[in-house]
Each structure stands twice: as structure tokens, then as C-alpha cells.
């Protein structure tokens, strides 16, 4: 996977300065740790930051991953749990990059007229095609409750 371009064979490169044009971008951080440099400095105590991390964003994701058949915001909590990982592993920055570029490519998709027509006339097209079949059920089988109502 790589931020750059979706060509295989290309290395994603993590830099902790983004320039473009010669001018820095302040609205997208450096790859890399975002950890107080006092837990920095001291390797015992940045591998258990870490693993502190790695252990939060773990259960966040799998409360996600609960949540996909249950009620509740799933891939919300999920992508959650990636930004808490993306503040401390390069991976998941690039992940979340990633993500939100495609994200940001369906969202242009789907504002262009001839896709939103598309949509529009397929989503149409199934109603209808809903309507019908729960016209033909009702007509052969009636609406039968499951309780009895009469019998009380």
C-alpha cells in the first residue's frame, strides 16, 4: 500500500517534513512518533508507550469490529481506533492516508451528476422492483399477523 500512487513496485517514503513547492504544509504532519519527547528519549519507556498504544487501539478496533453486526457506529470506531494507532506507528499513518484519499476520490464521485443519475435510477429501479414483490406476497398469502389478536 502507498500513499503516493496505487503503481506497484513504488516505496512509500516517510519524511518528517512535508514541503510542496518549497513551502511546508502545516495541515499534514510528519510520518512517525507523536510521543512526548521525554518518553522519547528513553528506549524502555517508549517501547511500553508503544505497546500502551498498540493495546488501546487494539480494543477500540475490536469494539469495532463488534459493532459491524450490531448496532452501533462500527467502521466509525474502527477508523478511531486506527487514528490512536497513527499516533504512535508509521503503518497506520499511511493507512489512514491512504483512506482518507479514497474516501475523499468516492466522495467526488459521487457528486458528479451522471453518477448521482445512475444511482437515482437504480435505486429507483430496486424499489419498484420491492414494491412488486411484496405486492405479489400480500395478494397470495395476505397480511397475517403473528399473534392472535381475536383470541383475547
Known amino acids: 500500500m502507498n500513499t503516493g500512487s496505487n503503481e506497484p513496485g513504488e516505496v512509500a517514503v516517510a519524511t518528517d517534513e512535508t514541503e ?24 524502555a519507556l517508549h517501547l511500553s508507550w508503544q505497546v500502551g498504544v498498540f ?57 458528479d451528476p451522471r453518477v448521482r443519475r445512475r444511482n437515482i435510477i437504480l435505486t429507483s429501479i430496486g424499489l419498484v422492483i420491492v414494491a412488486v414483490l411484496v405486492g405479489i406476497y400480500v395478494w397470495k398469502f395476505g397480511i397475517v399477523m403473528p399473534w392472535k389478536i381475536k383470541d383475547q
Open 55 to 111: 493495546i488501546i487501539g487494539l480494543a477500540i478496533v475490536v469494539a469495532g469490529i463488534i459493532m459491524l453486526p450490531l448496532p452501533g457506529p462500527g467502521w466509525v470506531v474502527i477508523f478511531g481506533g486506527m487514528a490512536v494507532w497513527a499516533t504512535e506507528f508509521v503503518w497506520a499513518q499511511l493507512v489512514l492516508r491512504w483512506t482518507k484519499r479514497k474516501v475523499t476520490e468516492a466522495a467526488q464521485k459521487a457528486l
Open 20 to 43: 510542496v513547492d518549497g513551502v511546508k504544509d502545516d495541515g499534514e504532519q510528519g510520518l512517525g512518533s507523536r510521543a512526548p519527547e521525554f518518553i522519547k528519549a528513553r528506549r
